[in-house]
């Protein structure tokens, strides 16, 4: 990238730090991604069953929610060249656990490990580009960062099906080892060790409160079906968590500076995105999950071909991001999402209709028309969230954005596993009919709970619209 007013050895420097910084949001998103096609060829190894095996997204993505409200904070505290190295650290540390894992158990907690350097690898990489680049270069830069985040979902599910397939599951893990290391050094060599900022007052209380709710509701929802919990027990952890977080709430309201000011709630578009984000995103993100799980457990498709299958979803998302500010600029956010929401729920729900033997293009037509509805529903909610906070509140209003991503993730995930719990209990998983009906019930459910959450968007005005200069194609870590 051409970076004017600089000279030849500090423009060098700043690519070299985009570069980084790129690497890193790939290797995070990569991550996200390759892990769903290899499930079930780690229950296997595992002694598991591949329908028990979402606590290993969950734990990834939970754990990225939890950090995500204090990597500001951090960063500020110890410096972005020392936190981005040991983000790196705890990334290749936390892969190489998942790699010599020889129960479940081991392995959800190795995921937890590689979740805290995942949090930390976007977020502080984006704050050291903030801080080294000139103002009016930093849209351009984030530019080039965010496209890492586009390639990491499109080859993650066939990368991880062509290893486990060829090598084993392991190596999905390994591959992280040396790009980590060179990652590094590079980082030691190319990030400036700046001054550090006044880092202030961290909200401990707060964000304790605010964790061990998200903790608390999250492993109430997968305790259904992944820990094997009963119902006393969920029915304890999900009363814990809401009473968390309604506590957070009250702390919030009270504390000059929180973690997340209520005052954000005030803006009406930031709220129904919000609120918009969540519960659709609990029906939309369980399907990297779900999908390959049906073509290997439920169609009988190698972990090559599932993930191979996987890309139209990613090539038909990236097709339709350019269409996506014209659309919500000529019919207005209203109508686009509640128009998309209840086709993201249609299309998911079609996957209730397929059968063994079905012809291999009317699959992929499945999966290219949810990655373009996907697509376009992702794009409009980021925007709508974002469009309207002040630039004050701009970085809360962010943090928060990501922060409820990825619980939403997790949580989706989780439900999902509960549903599919639910339904294998009903139908059993005997023979591949029911293996089949089970899976078939657990879309219609999932694509339901997608489309309820229409009747949140249907509160915007109207006259809602996107600017005419908008970005649509926000880097997004769904």
């Not at 949090?119 to 704050?127: M, Q």
């Not at 249609?346 to 028309?369: H, N």
């Amino acid at each position: 990238m051409k970076i004017p007013q600089v000279d030849p050895a500090t423009e060098k420097s700043l690519n070299t730090l985009l570069w980084l910084v790129a690497v890193g949001f790939f290797m995070q998103t990569l991550d996200a991604t390759i892990v769903n096609t290899a499930l079930p060829s780690m229950a296997h190894s595992l002694g598991e069953s591949p329908l028990r095996m979402q606590s290993v997204v969950v734990a990834y993505s939970l754990t990225m929610a939890m950090l995500i409200p204090a990597s500001g904070w951090i960063a500020d505290r110890f410096g972005t060249r020392r936190v981005y190295v040991g983000a790196i650290a705890l990334f290749v540390l936390g892969s190489v656990l998942c790699a010599v894992s020889s129960s479940l158990t081991q392995l959800v907690a190795a995921r937890v490990v590689q979740g805290l350097g995942g949090a930390l690898l976007l977020p502080v990489g984006r704050l050291a580009v903030l801080r080294s680049f000139p103002r009016q270069m930093f849209l351009p830069a984030m530019s080039f960062i965010s496209i890492p985040g586009l390639v990491g979902p499109l080859i993650g599910p066939t990368l991880g099906g062509w290893l486990v397939e060829y090598a084993s599951w392991h190596w999905i893990f390994l591959i992280n080892v040396p790009v980590g290391v060179i990652g590094c050094v590079a980082t030691l060599v190319a990030m400036r060790g700046a001054p550090l900022p006044s880092a202030g007052r961290f909200d401990v209380a707060g964000y304790l409160m605010l964790a061990f709710g998200m903790v608390s509701v999250s492993l109430a929802l997968d305790g259904l079906s992944g820990l094997g919990l009963r119902q006393a027990g969920v029915l304890v952890l999900l009363v814990f968590g809401l009473a968390s977080l309604a506590a957070y709430w009250l702390h919030a309201v009270k504390r000059p500076d929180p973690l997340f000011s209520p005052s954000l709630f005030s803006i009406p578009t930031l709220s129904i995105g919000l609120l918009g984000n969540l519960f659709s995103r609990l029906g939309s993100s369980c399907m990297p999950f779900l999908v390959p799980l049906l073509m290997q457990v439920g169609m009988g498709y190698s972990p090559l071909q599932a993930g191979l299958m996987m890309l139209p979803v990613a090539i038909a998302g990236m097709a339709v991001k350019r269409l996506a500010t014209p659309l919500i600029t000529r019919a207005g956010y209203r109508r686009v999402l509640v128009g998309n929401t209840l086709l993201v729920g249609l299309t998911m729900a079609s996957f209730a209709l397929t059968f063994l033997g079905q012809p291999w293009w009317l699959l992929t037509l499945q999966l290219a028309a949810f990655g373009a509805v996907n697509s376009l529903q992702f794009t409009a909610m980021n925007t709508l969230t974002l469009k309207d906070i002040d630039n004050v509140r701009a970085s809360s209003g962010n943090s928060l954005l990501s922060m409820v991503q990825m619980l939403a993730m997790g949580m989706g995930v989780a439900t999902a596993g509960a549903v599919l719990a639910a339904f294998t209990g009903l139908f059993g998983a005997g023979s591949a009919a029911q293996t089949l009906t089970t899976f078939h019930a657990t879309f219609a459910c999932m694509g339901l709970i997608t489309m309820a959450s229409a009747a949140i968007f249907w509160q915007l005005r109207g006259h809602e619209r996107a600017p005419a200069g908008s970005a649509a194609d926000a880097a997004d870590p769904g």
